[in-house]
């Protein structure tokens, strides 16, 4: 990946897509392209509950007056968050505004308009609908469902630091995924902890008697270590030469881990990592797992600040 990348910022005025937005501002790198993106419907949202088919069925209802009052708070929240980028210190020149009428659905037409040359895809976990039954919102998770050309990022609950956890098992997907933060990454503000999990034989343990020794154990978990730490060496000379300092890239071996998932979001939040990057598929590859297996399960713990999905061939 290149510097220079074109990041797609879906907001809709709610206070989740700020918090996207800040994140954007202080983690990625300032010399990025910035294009706020939001879908405006033409009829408030309930007129689409109850499908209505032509103009005459809602002739009687102040719908200009409502057009005004939504186009106002469009501007509003739209050049809110272009101050945001140009505090932070982007030009202005760098974030641009688009606003487009709905026209498939929200999800639908972000997923269309990530087609047009961005690389990158950002959105709030829940926007402005806050169900607190849905750890993570209906367009949020059908994007991270769909969208497989580009990264994608979503943004949760206020993520302060710029600390990022980099789950890295040497697939094609991780190596990806370390590619992309040395691409999208603010060298000035960022540091990288490079996290590998090496599971336990006994990982299914069924109910009889245990079939592996405590040598067994110590075996594999040595074989595994010196399977991944040249990769992980690789990795950081990666990351060093797109300009992060020797010393914000780190590496930890999580070892006897019975979940990977949950090893990565422990380790994430024991350390004050408030961003979890993943490859989408790691070595398993089944057109099937559209998202890979670890990764479903982080989403699933609903890990609260901000999660990375890299897409296997990005």
Not at 12 to 29: H, I, L, N
Request: hydrophobic share 45%; proline share 3%.
């Amino acid at each position: 990946m290149k510097k220079n990348k074109k990041i797609l910022l879906a907001i809709d005025g709610s206070e989740q897509s700020f918090t996207a937005a800040r994140y954007v501002s202080r983690v990625f790198s300032k010399q990025s392209e910035v294009v706020l993106f939001h879908v405006a419907a033409e009829v408030p949202e309930a007129f689409r509950d109850m499908n209505v088919q032509s103009l005459s069925d809602i002739a009687n209802y102040p719908l200009q007056i409502w057009k005004v009052h939504q186009q106002e708070f469009i501007n509003e929240f739209m050049e809110k968050a272009h101050t945001i980028f140009v505090d932070a210190g982007f030009s202005r020149e760098a974030v641009s505004i688009e606003t487009q009428t709905l026209k498939s659905g929200v999800a639908r037409d972000i997923l269309n308009e990530s087609h047009r040359e961005h690389s990158t895809l950002v959105l709030g976990r829940t926007g402005l609908s806050t169900v607190e039954e849905i750890t993570i919102g209906s367009v949020a998770t059908k994007l991270l469902e769909a969208v497989n050309h580009i990264p994608v990022i979503v943004v949760g609950e206020k993520p302060n630091s710029n600390k990022i956890l980099l789950a890295f098992d040497g697939s094609k997907g991780s190596w990806n995924a370390v590619d992309c933060i040395g691409a999208l990454l603010d060298p000035a503000t960022c540091e990288v902890m490079l996290c590998h999990v090496i599971r336990s034989l006994d990982v299914q343990q069924l109910r009889f008697e245990k079939p592996f020794v405590p040598e067994h154990e110590r075996d594999w978990i040595e074989a595994g270590k010196q399977k991944i730490v040249p990769a992980l060496v690789e990795a950081k000379k990666r990351l060093v030469k797109a300009g992060l300092a020797a010393e914000q890239v780190s590496s930890k071996i999580l070892t006897y881990e019975k979940s990977r998932a949950a090893a990565i979001a422990k380790a994430a939040r024991s350390g004050g990592y408030d961003t979890i990057v993943l490859g989408r598929r790691g070595h398993t590859s089944l057109e099937h797992f559209m998202i890979g297996r670890v990764s479903r399960k982080i989403i699933d713990f609903a890990f609260q600040p901000a999660l990375w999905i890299v897409n296997y061939t990005s």
